[in-house]
């Protein structure tokens, strides 16, 4: 996990230094139980003088950043009051002046830090700054989503023999399974990682398997996505926020879906493809 983590911060890396030119970007996962960020990530820098730097938290403008959990930025470092200078010399051997440090902050946990730095001492700008915010802010929602996916992976995993509630599941635990459906099935299109959203995918395959014989109806991927929060209790507008669609598009997917069912209304609908096997 660690591993697609780093590459998601060397992902927004790149993009901040397209979106405003900053010739330096950095960053680095803090370490599992240690208030530290591990530099990992390097992009424009002219020397190994930051790789696998360690940053305590308080320490230094990154370490700074993780103390408050809110953006740090200085316009010359290495003569900055507003921060300790113990990594003065890495940072003076790749020539940075002008640093920004973000830190990325999930469930009010940092994360991670990213850096942006000019090779001269000047103002960066709200701009630049902004910039470095959603760089952040971008790398905060894949963490989160991915998190969400493993903690709805796991809860499908330990059923792999499910032939519905006459299986032996009760009412609440029933609800239980169609609720992480709909969750999986609305998480899946927000997954960038094609073999974590096949992942996903698949655990929605297992909470429906052997639940009705194969259906001759054929129902969209979308058309599923509605179903599956229509069958949770989601009004339209609920299910729209879920799949980030509007609710208009939710009541067309629902219409497609009603008319390939042969019902008249919701309630028959997720009947219908239950029935069908494309609901838990």
Not at 65 to 75: E, H, N, Q, S, Y
Not at 77 to 99: K, M, N, T
Not at 114 to 141: C, H, I, K, N, S
Not at 246 to 264: D, F, I, N, P, Q
Request: charged share 25%; hydrophobic share 45%; with cysteine.
């Amino acid at each position: 996990m660690r591993a697609v983590d780093a590459v998601e911060i060397r992902g927004a890396l790149a993009r901040l230094r397209r979106s405003t030119g900053l010739p330096v970007a950095f960053g680095g996962l803090v370490e599992p139980g240690r208030r530290q960020v591990r530099i990992s990530e390097l992009s424009g820098t002219a020397t190994p003088a930051l790789s696998a730097l360690a940053v305590t938290s308080g320490n230094g403008l990154g370490g700074r950043a993780v103390a408050l959990a809110r953006p740090c930025a200085v316009t010359d470092y290495s003569v900055s009051r507003q921060i300790s200078h113990e990594y003065d010399a890495p940072v003076a051997a790749e020539g940075l002046r002008s640093v920004v440090a973000v830190p990325v902050v999930v469930r009010r946990r940092v994360r991670a830090v990213l850096y942006g730095a000019l090779r001269t001492a000047q103002p960066l700008g709200d701009r630049t700054l902004g910039e470095a915010v959603q760089a952040a802010r971008d790398v905060e929602q894949a963490l989160v989503v991915r998190e969400e996916a493993a903690e709805l992976l796991a809860a499908a995993r330990p059923r792999p023999e499910r032939s519905g509630p006459a299986a032996g599941a009760s009412g609440a635990a029933w609800e239980q399974v169609r609720e992480a459906h709909a969750a999986l099935r609305a998480l899946a299109p927000r997954i960038a990682d094609p073999t974590l959203r096949a992942e996903l995918l698949d655990a929605c395959a297992l909470l429906t398997a052997d639940t009705a014989p194969p259906s001759a109806v054929r129902l969209a991927p979308r058309e599923v996505d509605v179903l599956a929060c229509v069958a949770a209790g989601a009004t339209n507008g609920l299910a729209a926020e879920r799949l980030g669609v509007t609710a208009e598009t939710v009541k067309a997917y629902l219409r497609s879906a009603m008319r390939k069912l042969g019902v008249r209304t919701r309630g028959q609908a997720v009947v219908a493809a239950r029935r069908a096997g494309w609901l838990p």
